[in-house]
């Protein structure tokens, strides 16, 4: 079984400066889907950043950003700029591969993320 | 276009009785799902379906079940509900991977539920 691991459960951050935040993965797959999930206080699940596991380039999404390390099973997400609208939790997710045709995604437990004025 | 809308936002149960919450989708996605939220675990998956009349368990079935009818509607019932299922629940749907993008999942905005 696939699972998720956000080892921070609380982050701070001042405005305007960079911040980033971890996630590791257990998996025999090969080709899979991971993806960065925002949920702010009005607790809707907004989509930030997603990777495909074939593709050696790291995402970009304007101030958001990946480093995926495959071998090491790790795909981390960092915030530049950080505005005072990136306070929320940020969940870390696994989809499986297209073959499972079901999308079963497994999340992380997330890290709360406080940017300070 | 409202994307994935659930009804109804916020309910109250006694243990035992039942209910039934109401996901619905105008993306015209085929896949839809059903996730509960609790604290310091993120989402899980309780059931999913792949089109319409089909359904599938996902990590955490058990005192669940779920119908999809139609398409754009998605079902989850409590038949019986338990203290234990106290949560936040959430809905989600997608394309099947390939056909637009990646397959990510766009989620509702979340139904919580307390039974007492």
């Known amino acids: 079984a696939q699972t998720v691991t956000q080892s921070q459960p609380e982050m701070s951050v001042q405005e305007a400066e960079t911040v980033t935040l971890s996630c590791t993965y257990d998996?025999?797959?090969?080709?899979?889907?991971l993806f960065w999930y925002k949920q702010p206080p009005s607790r809707q699940m907004i989509l930030v950043i997603r990777?495909?596991?074939?593709?050696?380039q790291n995402a970009t999404e304007n101030r958001f950003s990946v480093n995926f390390q495959k071998a090491a099973k790790s795909f981390s997400l960092k915030i530049s700029d950080s505005q005072l609208g990136d306070t929320a939790m940020y969940f870390c997710?696994?989809?499986?591969?297209?073959?499972?045709?079901?999308?079963?995604?497994?999340f992380g437990a997330g890290t709360r993320l406080t940017v300070k004025p | 276009n409202a994307g994935v809308t659930q009804t109804p936002k916020f309910r109250v149960l006694k243990t035992g009785q039942s209910m039934t919450l109401l996901c619905a989708q105008d993306?015209?996605?085929?896949?839809m799902y059903w996730y509960r939220q609790d604290p310091g675990m993120g989402l899980r998956l309780i059931h999913y379906?792949?089109?319409?009349?089909?359904?599938a368990k996902g990590e955490v079935p058990d005192g669940y079940n779920v119908s999809r009818l139609k398409k754009q509607n998605f079902l989850l019932g409590l038949e019986s509900a338990a203290p234990s299922q106290t949560s936040v629940y959430f809905c989600?749907?997608?394309?099947?991977?390939?056909?637009?993008?990646?397959?990510?999942?766009?989620f509702g905005p979340g139904t919580r539920l307390t039974v007492l």
């Open positions: 989600a749907s997608s394309y099947p991977p390939g056909l637009a993008g990646v397959g990510e999942q766009f």
């Open positions: 998996t025999s797959e090969n080709n899979y889907y």
């Open positions: 990777q495909e596991a074939y593709k050696q």
């Open positions: 997710a696994f989809m499986k591969p297209r073959r499972y045709n079901n999308n079963d995604m497994r």
């Open positions: 993306m015209n996605h085929e896949y």
């Open positions: 379906s792949v089109g319409e009349g089909t359904t």
